[in-house]
Structure formats: structure tokens, C-alpha cells
């Protein structure tokens, strides 16, 4: 339980750091007040209560999503790989 839960956690903050760095990235390519004011400006701007609620919803969206694909793999190879449900017979 305590793996899961650590696991989570560090997913759902690279996500969110993920986020957080592609608003940084169009922040300081597309906004001409961020070339001209300076990286923290351009920090101040993109580190709002608005986009720290959308940065959170979409990691735990993104989380839920990627352990439901990991899920459904786990059991398909659980599936496919006993040979007493293919022919009926051990070995």
C-alpha cells in the first residue's frame, strides 16, 4: 500500500511538473511581456490558483487513465500465459 500510494504521488507531481513546464515554455515563446519582463514574471504568471486546479484534475485524469491501461495489460499477460487453459491438460 505504501508503494502504491508513493508511486502516485510521484506520477501525478511529474505530470503536474510536466504542465507546469509546457506553460513556462509558451509563456516565455509567445509572450512578448515575458521576453521583455524576465523569467520571473514569467513565473508569477503562469503560477495560479486557476492553473494549479487544471494542472491537478488533469494529472489525476492522466493517473487514473495510465493505471487503468497497466491494469488491463496485467491481465492479459495473466490470460495468455497458462497452458492448462489452452488445451486442457498440464504440460
Request: glycine share 10%.
Amino acid at each position: 500500500m505504501k508503494n502504491k500510494l508513493w508511486r502516485a504521488l510521484v506520477e501525478v507531481g511529474f505530470i503536474i511538473f510536466l504542465f507546469y513546464s509546457n506553460l513556462l515554455m509558451g509563456e516565455m515563446e509567445s509572450s512578448s511581456a515575458g521576453r521583455d519582463k524576465g523569467i520571473w514574471w514569467d513565473l508569477h504568471d503562469i503560477f495560479t490558483w486557476k492553473n494549479f486546479t487544471v494542472a491537478v484534475v488533469a494529472a489525476l485524469i492522466g493517473y487514473l487513465l495510465v493505471e487503468r491501461l497497466r491494469d488491463g495489460a496485467r491481465d492479459d499477460g495473466k490470460k495468455q500465459s497458462s497452458p492448462v487453459e489452452k488445451n486442457g491438460s498440464p504440460g
